[in-house]
């Protein structure tokens, strides 16, 4: 059930229209008919699926509070086909991306050559990198 009013009207200061915001209810309900509409009435190609943004906030509290006695690194590397970058941050377009970070040390990321999960968990003593490959 969608609420009250789902979508609003936007004027600007001289009484036109500005736009229209729809809830993300609505959206979700109606984006696979407008989408191609949309796509079409502004000369784009078709929209590609949803991304979630990375969860740079979270990364950013990963570090502020890190207290482990080794250096935090930028490197991730993906077990199941190979692909490496030095600095994850740093690559355009992204050869990983930030999935998940917790103050308990872990820190998730994603394979964009092979979708395969990469993990890294941050203990007192050291580092510990594990993949997960991607399944259906």
Not at 24 to 32: G, I, M, R, S, V
Not at 47 to 72: G, K, N, S
Not at 116 to 134: C, N, Q, W
Request: aromatic share 12%.
């Amino acid at each position: 059930m969608l609420s009250e009013k789902p979508y609003l009207t936007l004027f600007d200061d001289n009484g036109d229209c500005a736009g229209v915001w729809i809830s993300p209810e609505l959206w979700e309900q109606a984006k696979d008919q407008l989408q191609p509409i949309l796509s079409e009435l502004c000369d784009e190609p078709a929209a590609a699926p949803d991304v979630f943004p990375e969860p740079m906030e979270d990364w950013q509290c990963f570090i502020d509070y890190w207290d482990l006695p080794y250096p935090l690194t930028m490197d991730v590397d993906c077990d199941h086909c190979g692909a490496h970058t030095d600095d994850w941050q740093k690559d355009a377009p992204r050869l990983f991306r930030l999935k998940a970070a917790s103050l308990g040390g872990l820190t998730t990321f994603e394979c964009q050559t092979c979708q395969a999960r990469i993990m890294k968990k941050h203990f007192k003593d050291g580092l510990k990198s594990e993949t997960v490959p991607y399944t259906e």
